[in-house]
């Protein structure tokens, strides 16, 4: 499984980006995935996740700003990210994951930098 997240980049408070997350080496359809964030010297949060059917939930910190999607045609998730603030600075990491058993295994894309300047 590999994950390629792209899309960060520097944008004014109030602006808006959307991040991809290109999925290869699995069957994409039955996977939920989900975006995760850390800013500098905080831990990862949780942003927002889609399951395999297309139910999503958003953490309430970006709740009516940011929105998870997916297009499995294309193998590619989204974060569409809107009034963006200060507080959103961080590296965006996009995640899935698999079970097997009683283990769990956790894909991770590379991480795309968001800044948003005041």
């Known amino acids: 499984v590999q994950l390629q997240a792209s899309g960060g980049g520097l944008v004014q408070a109030g602006g808006s980006l959307r991040l991809s997350c290109v999925a290869s080496?699995?069957?994409?359809?039955?996977?939920?995935m989900g975006w995760y964030r850390r800013a500098a010297g905080s831990q990862r949060e949780l942003v927002a996740t889609?399951?395999?059917?297309?139910?999503?939930f958003v953490a309430d910190s970006v709740k009516g700003r940011f929105a998870i999607s997916r297009d499995t045609a294309k193998n590619t998730m989204y974060l569409q990210m809107n009034s963006l603030q200060p507080d959103d600075t961080a590296v965006y990491f996009c995640?899935?994951?698999?079970?097997?058993?009683?283990?769990?295994?956790?894909?991770w894309g590379q991480g795309t930098l968001v800044t948003v300047s005041s």
């Open positions: 080496g699995m069957t994409f359809s039955r996977y939920g």
């Open positions: 889609i399951s395999s059917g297309g139910s999503t």
């Open positions: 995640n899935t994951r698999e079970y097997r058993g009683v283990q769990t295994i956790n894909y």
